[in-house]
């Protein structure tokens, strides 16, 4: 398919092939072609009392293996749509609809040390970064 160089909203570029768009834009679409409220940004976080504390977020194995707990209760985040509204939503949400923004959200507030971001993050901007290079060759 077609490679397309595609300004992005913060200025800089990038090389995106054809079905990529295509796939991006029919995802922010119904079947009959009306636009999905899709959000601009993550604005702010919070967790309650639910939510696991750091020196709580592993298990331990019989052989003494520390493993990161999943859970990813306790959290929300400040979505703005892009209408402009703004929503709390939790985190298992915007999680299986958004993976990617959220996990460089983490990185970039320093929560993706947190037991509710631990055990994905690293493992989707790994992914990210594995389509981008395959795109780019």
Request: aromatic content about 10%.
């Amino acid at each position: 398919t077609r490679q397309y160089e595609v300004e992005l909203e913060d200025g800089t570029t990038d090389a995106y092939f054809a079905n990529i768009i295509a796939e991006n834009l029919y995802s922010q679409c119904d079947s009959e072609g009306r636009e999905l409220l899709s959000f601009k940004e993550i604005c702010d976080h919070r967790k309650n009392k639910r939510a696991i504390s750091i020196e709580n977020g592993y298990d331990i194995s019989k052989n003494g293996n520390r493993t990161p707990k999943r859970t990813t209760v306790g959290w929300e985040l400040l979505v703005e749509w892009r209408d402009g509204s703004t929503d709390w939503v939790a985190l298992k949400d915007l999680k299986d609809t958004n993976p990617i923004e959220l996990a460089e959200y983490a990185v970039a507030n320093k929560i993706a040390e947190e037991p509710a971001f631990k055990w994905w993050v690293s493992s989707c901007l790994q992914k990210r970064n594995r389509i981008i290079s395959k795109a780019k060759s």
